[in-house]
């Protein structure tokens, strides 16, 4: 995202107040990648708040951004930042700039099967495969046999993220399957053993990590990695409102990264920003 934009949103530091009960409902909606984190933490605070709901529901990155463009969410989850259309848009809306609050750090994984050898490959090598211009593994250190590649669809953050910055912008290759969330795609590589496919670090469990390549190291999407930035695709989870947080929304964000919140993001697998 360009600073220019991002300096016309409106940012909240990590410090916050004591929480207080708080009545009404808050909708989050967006992200795949971010559900099972925001789930969790709606359970945590409805139990401090039991007067309080917090719905949380998926769809994609663009479909929680697309919901707060025309007023039916609260807040947007997104696992990429906004675009330059839709902020326009919200800002349109509401007569004021978007809030961006990045709330928990990522690291975009590359899946392969746990019978696979292939251990770490370059974005360069994955720019190949979901081009379509690697179709064997034996090209990329592997056995001899076809990759299968799992992709998302294009109203997926996690997607988006991908095509900007593993493919160049370029469009994947019609042979990438597309699957409807993270875990339909771990779901599908644990059962092929010539698949690949991608996500958050959080869903990587029955399957296996690859590494990802960068000069003469190799980097795994591990805290340390991520959170210095080490880590070739790591990336930030971003709540986006419409206005300034006040009333129950800003009391839900406020715990969200709150101590309590933070360490609910390390329980769930992705990394807290602080």
Known sequence: MKKTLLSSFVAFGLAVLPLTAQAGTVTVKGSDTMVILAQRWAEAFMKKNPATKIQVTGGGSGTGLAALQNGTTDIAMSSR???????????????????????????????????????????????????????????????????????????????VFVKDHVLGGEDFAPEAQTLPGTAAVVNAVAKEKNGIGYGGAAYGKGIKELKVKKGNETFAPSAENVKSGKYPLSRDLFFYLGKAPAGEVKAFIDFALSAEGQAIVTQVGYFPVK
């Open 81 to 159: 930042e906004i675009k330059e259309a839709e902020s326009a848009k919200i800002s349109a809306r509401n007569k004021t700039a978007p809030t961006a609050l990045s709330v928990a750090k990522d690291g975009v994984t590359f899946y392969v099967n746990d019978t696979n050898k292939v251990d770490a490959l370059s974005t360069e090598q994955l720019k190949a495969i979901y081009l379509g211009d690697t179709t064997n593994w034996k090209d990329v250190g592997g056995q001899d046999a076809p990759i299968v590649p799992y992709s998302r669809e294009n109203s997926s953050g996690t997607y």
